[in-house]
RNA sequence: GCGCCUGUAGCUCAGUCGGAUAGAGCAACCGCCUUCUAAGCGGUAGGCCGCAGGUUCGAUUCCUGCCAGGCGCGCCA
């Protein structure tokens, strides 16, 4: 991150200044910083803000008035060619040609560095994603959370946090006792359990299991059914970490819920609880107050068997967390546990936490997969999945996680199989790579051609075509939408982004020649165009890999 | 019944603190390769932003009520 701050970021700071120079006549509050939007119509300038109309209300006074106030306070400044202001008082930004050059020397300098920044400084971040249980392959569903949560990952660094990216194993409770019943039984060509796992791969799991340790059917219950839990937990669990390893999504810290009840931690957790005065006793059963927060009920951590209940590692692991030094809890969850919102954030007040800012819940809503026109169904139990590998086989790494973060993850999503496998432009990611592709080429060319692109050939004067303002405005806008995505956590805005980006670079090539024609002689145009290739090439490649795509250099 | 999410072009979907003429891709139609990658570019056509109120200078955006679809509401995990 280099020290200087943005063009827009210093407009933005005069305005302040400005505003804060009339207060006594406006007499209202001010905003800590001013928007300025990069306007459609190109009649409004390079930058537009509707402050004026924004202060208008509290201050009594017409916005024109306001605006011609900023405009005024603007006008001896030397990036700023022109200030107009529209409308009922919209203020457009028109900035001196040179000073679009200073975008190009801060890409050139920060390099694989650009777009990063530090809205995020100093924060310590546990993400937790996919969190599947260790029962069987990952389906469509983590699949989506496996991108996006692999790509929040990489945005939120990039923003400057200290992120931590965990795993979350189900490793112990009724799942992993059924799943033992399964794969036993599945071994000794009993019918399965009823509410066991029924998928194909139970039956190559127990085999495997069986041909790696013969002397298995050698033992009695209970130690059976645990041997074969334990045997197929282990090779399930490295499965999933090698699809995953495979599909570019790395963790950090693989947790086991078993290990919660290692030691005394659990006994700690329900201390630390009672303490804060929370914890009572019902029925036999110890519960958590979590109503004292919003929630709808309160909920059981011991039940009254003295079996442990589902909510007792969810409040265990969350205390671990915030003991480990984690300051914000991200959780990424599916639609089908929007319940736990309520529960997790009163959890959160229960430990003495602020739960708007301590825990932050993501839902995910659900994907729906598509193929020869009719829908497929998903169901883990029957067996009849779409797996992460067979996602990845059909339509590739890249194109799978391009398009599964590229939507929010608010949004319902439906892939269709046949299009995604089709390998046409309807896939976005085809285009965006491809303008990088395109602009790897044109940089080969230039090489061969001799000529030099680089920090010393930015010539900004010379770069005045319209397409060269608008590459040039698009490529600024980068870190900003690098800062937001990671403030809102939303990634598809890196998606969006770069798409845009792409478009404008395409525009750009059909209408400026980069390299010279026929015998033309190299000039100084021809080095500034390069180099704005070669700086819109870097920003595509730190888009996508912001979002685990690759950008290739031919296509 | 209560709660969360969604409803924008024929299809799949964007749309930032409420802003100027609501966008993209695909599909349709018409153009553009004698020199840098046509996986591209330009143009045409396509809209009751689910419906009805409200707040305001201004609402796809905020509030309320309805309609439609998805998903939840256990001492299950």
Known sequence: MSAEI?????????????????????????PEAITLDRPKNRDHGDYATGIALALSK??????????????????NRLEITKVDIAGPGFI?????????????????????????????????????????????PLHLGHTRWAAVGDALGRVLSAAGAKVTREFYINDRGVQMDLFGASLRTSAQGEPR???????????????????????????AEPELTHAFRDYGYQLQLDQQQSVLNAFGTKFDVWFSEKSLYEGNFFAHCQEVLKAKGHVFDLDGATWLRTTDFGDDKD???????GSLAYFASDSAYYISKRERGFDICIYMLGADHHGYVGRLKALAACNGDDPEYNIDVMIGQMVKIMEGGEEVKLSKRAGTIITLEELVEKVGVDAARYTLIRYPVETPMVMDVDILRSRTNENPVYYVQYAHARICGVLRNAAELGIKY???????????HERERELIGQLGEFPRVVAGAAELREPHRVARYVEELAGVYHRFYADCRVLPLGDETPSELHAARATLCSVTAQVISNGLELLGVSAPEKM
């Open 6 to 30: 943005s063009i827009q970021d210093s407009i933005s700071a005069a305005i302040i200044e400005i505003l804060q120079g009339a207060k006594g006549e406006l007499n209202c509050d001010l």
């Open 58 to 75: 509290p201050s009594g006074k017409p916005p024109r008035e306001i605006a011609e106030l900023i405009k005024a306070g603007l006008a």
């Open 92 to 136: 457009n930004i028109t900035l001196a040609k040179a000073s679009q050059g200073g975008v190009i020397a801060k890409i050139l300098s920060d390099g694989k560095k650009f777009g990063h920044g530090k809205v995020l400084d100093g924060k310590s971040i546990n993400l937790e994603f996919i969190s599947a249980n260790p029962t069987g």
């Open 193 to 219: 359990p009823e509410d066991g796992y029924h998928g194909a791969y139970i039956d190559d799991l127990s085999k495997e299991i069986v041909a790696a340790h013969p002397e298995i059917l050698k033992l």
């Open 299 to 305: 909920r059981v951590m011991v039940k009254s068997d």
């Open 454 to 464: 680089g920090s010393d050939q930015i010539h900004p004067e010379l770069l005045v």
